[in-house]
T-cell receptor, first 117, second 112 residues
Framework: GAVVSQHPSWVICKSGTSVKIECRSLDFQATTMFWYRQFPKQSLMLMATSNEGSKATYEQGVEKDKFLINHASLTLSTLTVTSAHPEDSSFYIC?????????????FGPGTRLTVL | GESVGLHLPTLSVQEGDNSIINCAYSNSASDYFIWYKQESGKGPQFIIDIRSNMDKRQGQRVTVLLNKTVKHLSLQIAATQPGDSAVYFCAESANQGGKLIFGQGTELSVKP
């Protein structure tokens, strides 16, 4: 149990376009989902916390108008990178916290590799 | 404060040896710690966790040690196997809505 999926697993897009990444909890309901970004040979950096039915909370330095997060249901959160530029190329990873579970328990998705040309 | 990503330190061990991976955490208010394993191109995989009311916890072939006095966490892997080759991250949480802050990571390479 506790499987999290992401779609797409990789995407290549042109500079200036927008890209949507989906994060789904497949066998549990997630009240909270988290979005991370990871550059090569670096650690995971938390971008934002997404709560079902409310606005996301962004970490300092993360542009909320550039990285749009929607958490419309208990099993789906989406991250849209708007007007993507080459510097947005990265590995984007989501995690989900189970509804009713331990406050610290997170399950990670497989990641989405974004390449902006 | 937040951990900042740096070039990954590496640890190279011989197959069958024990590995020790260390992590210094930053927030003295953190009360929950997790070790994750990340293989290339994949998401983090849970290995073991520990709460601040403990100083040691054992799993299958893995042991986590917590020293709150010096804010240090370690992961011990017994009889390291080639399949253990990956990047290992520690993560800390101060129960701020469940936010996890990741350490810089260590790349473990196991030589057959």
């Amino acid at each position: 149990g506790a499987v999290v999926s992401q779609h797409p697993s990789w995407v290549i897009c042109k500079s200036g376009t927008s890209v949507k990444i989906e994060c789904r909890s497949l066998d549990f309901q997630a009240t909270t989902m988290f979005w991370y970004r990871q550059f090569p040979k670096q650690s995971l950096m938390l971008m934002a916390t997404s709560n079902e039915g409310s606005k996301a909370t962004y970490e300092q330095g993360v542009e909320k108008d550039k990285f749009l997060i929607n958490h419309a249901s208990l099993t789906l959160s989406t991250l849209t990178v708007t007007s993507a530029h080459p510097e947005d190329s990265s590995f984007y990873i989501c995690s989900a916290r189970r509804a009713g579970g331990s406050g610290n328990e997170q399950f990670f998705g497989p990641g989405t590799r974004l390449t902006v040309l | 404060g937040e951990s900042v990503g740096l070039h990954l330190p590496t640890l190279s061990v011989q197959e069958g040896d024990n590995s020790i991976i260390n992590c210094a955490y930053s927030n003295s208010a953190s009360d929950y710690f997790i070790w994750y394993k990340q293989e290339s191109g994949k998401g983090p995989q849970f290995i073991i966790d520990i709460r601040s009311n403990m100083d040691k916890r054992q799993g299958q072939r893995v042991t986590v040690l917590l020293n709150k006095t010096v804010k240090h966490l370690s992961l011990q892997i017994a009889a390291t196997q080639p399949g253990d080759s990956a990047v290992y991250f520690c993560a800390e949480s101060a129960n701020q809505g469940g936010k996890l802050i990741f350490g810089q990571g260590t790349e473990l390479s196991v030589k057959p």
